[in-house]
């Protein structure tokens, strides 16, 4: 049993709209929902997607970040290379 009056109103049947249209109904914590995108004008979902210069920003990423990438893991493997003083043994 949930606690007394700490939880939301729950609204069971609250409409979500897009471009003015009601597009579904679902539960939520408020009556009405506004959206931008929903799944039946998403291109992913209407199968309308485009892919928009996808190669070149992964290139950019890649130039950006294989040259600091590389200088940091030398950095690192100099860093553990050094080995560590010995302590003098006395017999």
């Known amino acids: 049993m949930p606690k007394p009056n700490i939880h939301p109103q729950w609204y069971p049947e ?3 709209y897009c ?18 995108i929903w799944s039946g004008n ?10 928009v210069d996808a190669e070149g ?3 950019r990423f890649r130039r950006k ?19 560590a003083p010995k302590a003098n043994k006395k017999s």
């Open 14 to 16: 609250a409409k979500v």
């Open 19 to 36: 471009d003015g249209e009601v597009v579904m109904i679902v539960g939520s914590t408020k009556p009405e929902l506004h959206v931008d």
């Open 42 to 51: 998403h291109p992913f979902f209407t199968g309308t997607q485009k892919i």
């Open 57 to 59: 920003r992964v290139e």
């Open 65 to 83: 970040y294989s040259s600091t990438k590389a200088q940091q893991t030398a950095k690192g493997k100099k860093a553990a290379a050094k080995p």
